[in-house]
């Protein structure tokens, strides 16, 4: 398992995005968080087996009926530390 940051791009914020995503995450128990960062952009960390990367960029990039994403830039993330279960968001 890795864990990778992505940085969500677009009309991503009060257009219930981190909700959706959320949502999505827990169905597939993925562990992770996602919350909006001040510059309007979303920040998704998540605990993911290679497998699974595809099918959860795919997830980021539909989002919710309201959000528009235009751009996904994503990497792995060594230093977050995910010590809880489950996904959550953040405020």
Not at 13 to 38: C, D, E, H, I, W
Not at 68 to 91: Q, S
């Amino acid at each position: 398992m890795e864990q990778y940051r992505f940085i969500i791009f677009g009309k991503v914020q009060g257009v219930y995005y981190r909700k959706f995503v959320s949502q999505n995450a827990m169905k597939r128990s993925v562990r992770g968080y996602v919350k909006n960062l001040p510059d309007g952009t979303v920040e998704v960390v998540a605990e993911l087996i290679d497998d699974d990367l595809e099918e959860f960029l795919d997830i980021l990039k539909d989002g919710s009926p309201l959000s528009k994403v235009e751009d996904i830039r994503h990497g792995i993330d060594d230093e977050a530390d995910l010590i809880y279960d489950g996904f959550e968001i953040r405020y």
